[in-house]
């Protein structure tokens, strides 16, 4: 519920801090529980825990021990101090010399060699060479299989391939045709048509196809029929006009046009 009194700022109380805490137990006393440095004892935690541990820290290996002395830091391990000495590599008259595997590098004073000639011409030892030299023997040429006499021929065993697959062949036709009971057929005979004779072949293809175009024209844009006849007239009259058109395109085509002899 909202009221006006709500608005007056109340007067802060500064909270009371309580007391400090101070442990009863006495923190400059060491820890009577703590098991550190005891690894390896059976001593129970309780009393007496601080005697053992300080007579166990005397005998073990973690850190610095009351029994070893403190090193001198002059006195640290020299490079090569553990290591046994090779008396086979001594300076003795007894012992022999072993050479280096490489040679040494050289000193910062030595200067190399230089100012080196030669006097071999080699212009002319390069011709005396090449003068004297033995001529070596020309290669054998390769087989020209196009210079043999069977160039370009087919090869005999082609022919007797192809010929036992033809005979293979006859023989399949001839036993299918036993079993269906066919009679072998003559083949018919062609000849090819008179460029005339097609030329007025096709003009009177044109002719028909406009007379029955013409016909067809006046029923075509019917698509309610009363009778059946004026549906099957319309449908042969679409089949006619087809064919013709089929035998016109026929005709029309590059080349000869085959007809039969008989």
Not at 118 to 138: D, G, H, R, W
Not at 148 to 173: A, C, F, H, Q, W
Not at 200 to 226: C, P, S
């Amino acid at each position: 519920m909202e009221s006006i009194y709500n608005l007056v700022p109340e007067p802060y109380v500064e909270p009371q801090k309580p007391p400090m805490y101070k442990s009863k137990h006495d923190p400059l006393q060491p820890l009577t529980s703590s098991t550190f440095g005891l690894h390896g004892t059976t001593a129970t935690v309780g009393g007496g825990i601080e005697q053992i541990k300080k007579s166990h820290i005397l005998s073990s290996t973690f850190g610095p021990s009351a029994k070893n002395s403190v090193h001198s830091p002059s006195n640290f391990l020299k490079a090569g101090s553990k290591t046994k000495k090779d008396l086979s590599r001594t300076t003795s008259k007894f012992t022999r010399s072993i050479p280096a595997s490489k040679p040494s590098v050289p000193r910062r004073g030595d200067q190399p060699v230089m100012g080196l000639h030669t006097s071999k011409n080699f212009i002319t030892a390069n011709a005396v060479e090449a003068i004297l030299s033995v001529p070596q023997m020309p290669q054998s040429k390769s087989i020209d299989y196009r210079s043999k006499e069977d160039y370009g021929t087919v090869p005999e065993y082609l022919s007797e391939v192809k010929e036992e697959i033809r005979r293979e062949n006859d023989m399949i036709d001839e036993y299918v045709r036993r079993q269906l009971g066919e009679e072998e057929v003559a083949p018919e005979e062609f000849e090819a048509m008179d460029e005339y004779e097609r030329e007025d072949l096709i003009n009177k293809l044109k002719t028909k196809w406009d007379a029955v175009n013409a016909r067809y024209q006046l029923t075509a844009h019917r698509v309610n029929f009363e009778s059946r006849g004026d549906i099957n007239r319309k449908q042969s009259q679409e089949a006619e006009l087809k064919r013709l058109e089929n035998d016109i395109m026929v005709l029309q085509r590059a080349g000869q046009v085959m007809i039969s002899a008989d």
